[in-house]
């Protein structure tokens, strides 16, 4: 079901917080719920949650750009880390992507490959040699082939990723997944585009976006209320002789 104004006018809603919306329709006299949605954009907040690694083993967590996935002649990977998703458990996912903003122009092919870190809440960055590149991967990834970034701080279409909805899935539908976990995303490939990092300008940081809806609750069960049988006493009515007294006229 589509959620428009019109529709929300028509059966009414009531908003949760955090984006989420529950929906109900009239049935019967009763509202009973159809739909919850929700959607969740949330920016690198920290300095150790985005990182490079570059080649095999060296991290770097301070840098003020974020290269993917070649910085000169290195090719390397760019880690981000977004504590805090508090998608419900058993959601389905029905868009995720992130936006970037550009801190230097590049119009050379590129071609990268998205992917998260799977576990059920993603440990933070570290220095340890190879940090990014140990971390298992999920199955699912993203492929995306950003066209030139011609602009400084440009943050529009050509800076947003394609699709990270089957990535986020695999990872939200882990049997240990907790609302409030964190989730990491890795990108690596070749070519070069270069993103704003926290250390360049925290309110320009990588944004994660996820849209979300969950199944209805199912209807709590109606008590049962034992009935007693009371027994009926049958009282005998008794006949009462009716005398007919004469009128005189």
């Known amino acids: 079901m589509k959620i428009t104004q019109h529709s929300l006018r028509r059966f009414g809603a009531l908003a949760l917080g955090a984006g989420m919306i529950a929906v109900t329709v009239m049935a019967g006299g009763k509202a009973q719920a159809i739909a919850t949605t929700g959607a969740i954009d949330l920016r690198i907040s920290a300095g150790i ?4 690694q570059r080649g095999r083993t060296r991290m770097s967590m301070t840098s003020t750009d974020l290269e993917m996935s070649t910085d000169s002649s290195t090719v390397q990977i760019v880690g981000l ?3 805090g998703i508090a998608v419900p458990v058993g959601a389905t996912i029905t868009e995720a992507w992130l936006q970037f903003v550009v801190d ?4 050379s092919a590129s071609a990268l490959s998205i992917y998260g870190h ?5 440990a933070a960055f570290s220095t340890a040699p190879s940090d990014l590149s140990l971390r298992a991967s999920t199955a699912a990834a993203a492929a995306w082939s950003p066209p030139a970034w011609t602009a ?6 050509g800076e947003r990723t394609s699709s990270l909805l089957s990535v986020i899935q695999e990872i939200v ?3 240990g997944w907790v609302p409030g976990n964190a989730i990491s995303l890795l990108v690596a490939g070749t070519g070069t585009r270069t993103a704003r990092a926290y250390e360049s300008d925290p309110t320009k940081t990588p944004l994660l976006h996820v849209a979300y809806t969950t199944k209805p609750e199912p209807p709590a069960p109606v008590p049962t209320v034992p009935v007693t049988t009371v027994p009926v006493t049958t009282v005998p009515v008794t006949t009462v002789p009716v005398t007919t007294v004469p009128v005189a006229t």
């Open 49 to 52: 949650d985005d990182a490079e």
């Open 81 to 83: 880390r977004y504590p």
């Open 104 to 107: 230097e122009t590049s119009s």
């Open 118 to 122: 799977a576990v059920d809440n993603s």
């Open 152 to 157: 400084i701080d440009a943050a529009g279409a």
């Open 173 to 175: 539908s882990r049997p």
